[in-house]
Structures are given as structure tokens and as C-alpha cells.
């Protein structure tokens, strides 16, 4: 079945360290997406890509990076930057310019720092 | 970034009950989509709208895609204890842009 994984579910992570989130979707869509959730808000816009090798900064890029070397791929690294990455983290993807299929999303990861 | 406009902001109803919620924007989109999202789970399109005034219904939910093009409804009939979740509308402008937009979300509770 096709689809988009997100992995790891739950991630711990010590104050100060960078750790990255992994994304891969076999849905053959060209543009991947991810997303910051905090409880109780909505989804905020971190960084895109429509194409291979090629991304553009979101609303709260800060803090976060990304690459696209593979269409299927599409890895976020929280680094030590961030000053508060704790949060819901969903990754994303579509299969056409047009979108009027919308997105598809990933189950999410949990990050938590301790 | 932009946000759209969604309310209400959280429901608490009993099953059996009818639901409604709504979006607006200041700007015209070309395709409004419904999402819901499972608590700790990614968001799962519902509906999906492509032109002023459409209805269109997926169950007990139906959705509508105002006419100014710049809102959208969604109703759910007769809840039941797993429509619980958050509900996100989203909306797209096409062209170079091409990112969806997203509403702030609704949570619904559904009492037994």
C-alpha cells in the first residue's frame, strides 16, 4: 500500500543535541512538506520542497533544516538552534501542482526534550 | 504565516447530536478541503471542494464551498463518540504559490 511514513513515533531528545526526523513517502508525489503542531494550535508551515534538490523556508524555519536528494525522502534535523522543539511534528506530501487533492500526511512524530 | 479563520474554536455535545463549523478567509481560494485529525495521528482529507456553491457529502458530513469563494462549512449529522478529533479546513489559491492553507482548528468532544 502506498503511503507516508514518519519515523521515529516518540523522540527524546537531551537539551543541546540535533536529532533528525525521518519522512519517506512511495506515493511518487514530487512536493513534501513539514509541520510543526503545538496543543491546542494549529499546523504552522516549517519547510517545502516541490522538487528534488530544491526546498523553500516555511513560517518558523528557524532553527531547523532539511534536504531532498531523494524524490521519496525528505529528512527534518531539529538542531540545538531551536529553542523550543518540543511538539508534534507531521510531514506531508502531494501529488500534483494543482493540489486539489490535497495533502498527505505522515501519523506524526512526538519530540520531546529533556 | 496566513491562517484561516475557523470556528468554533472547540464543541462539547452529546452523541446523536448535529455539528457545524466554519472557515473564512479575506482572500478567494479555488478548493477548500476538510480534514480530520485522530488525536496523535496525522490529519485524513474528508471532503474535498472545487467550486462555488458545491456540496458534497461523505457520510454523515457534508461540506460546503461558499459562494464569495472565501468560506466554507462543514455539518456532521447524528455524532458519534469517534468523530473526536480536531477538524482542520484548508484552503489552496493554485497558481505559483501552490501551499495549501490551513484554519485553526476545531476540537470536538462527543459525550456518550
Known amino acids: 500500500d502506498g503511503g507516508i511514513t514518519q519515523s521515529p513515533k516518540y523522540l527524546f531528545r537531551k537539551e543541546g543535541q540535533n536529532v533528525t526526523l525521518s519522512c519517506e513517502q512511495n506515493l511518487n508525489h514530487d512536493a513534501m512538506y513539514w509541520y510543526r503542531q503545538d496543543p491546542g494550535q494549529g499546523l504552522r508551515l516549517i519547510y517545502y520542497?516541490?522538487?528534488?534538490?530544491?526546498?523553500q523556508k516555511g513560517d518558523i524555519a528557524e532553527g531547523y533544516s532539511v534536504s531532498r536528494e531523494k524524490k521519496e525522502s525528505f529528512p527534518l534535523t531539529v538542531t540545538s538552534a531551536q529553542k523550543n522543539p518540543t511538539a508534534f511534528y507531521l510531514c506531508?506530501?502531494?501529488?500534483?501542482?494543482?493540489?486539489?487533492?490535497?495533502?498527505?500526511f505522515g501519523s506524526g512524530t512526538r519530540l520531546t526534550v529533556v | 504565516g496566513q491562517q484561516l479563520n475557523q470556528s468554533p474554536q472547540s464543541m462539547f455535545i452529546q452523541e446523536g447530536e448535529d455539528v457545524s463549523m466554519n472557515c473564512t478567509s479575506s482572500?478567494?481560494?479555488?478548493?477548500w478541503l476538510w480534514y480530520k485529525q485522530d488525536p496523535g495521528e496525522g490529519p485524513v482529507l474528508l471532503i474535498a471542494?472545487?467550486?462555488?456553491?458545491e456540496l458534497t457529502s461523505n457520510g454523515r458530513l457534508t461540506a460546503q464551498f461558499g459562494i464569495t469563494r472565501k468560506d466554507s462549512f462543514l455539518n456532521i449529522s447524528a455524532s458519534i463518540p469517534s468523530d473526536v478529533g480536531i477538524y482542520f479546513c484548508a484552503g489552496l489559491y493554485g497558481g505559483a504559490t501552490n501551499k495549501l492553507i490551513f484554519g485553526t482548528g476545531t476540537l470536538l468532544a462527543v459525550q456518550p
Open positions: 520542497s516541490q522538487i528534488v534538490n530544491d526546498f
Open positions: 506531508a506530501s502531494s501529488a500534483d501542482r494543482g493540489m486539489r487533492s490535497g495533502y498527505t
Open positions: 471542494l472545487y467550486k462555488a456553491g
Open positions: 482572500s478567494i481560494f479555488n478548493t
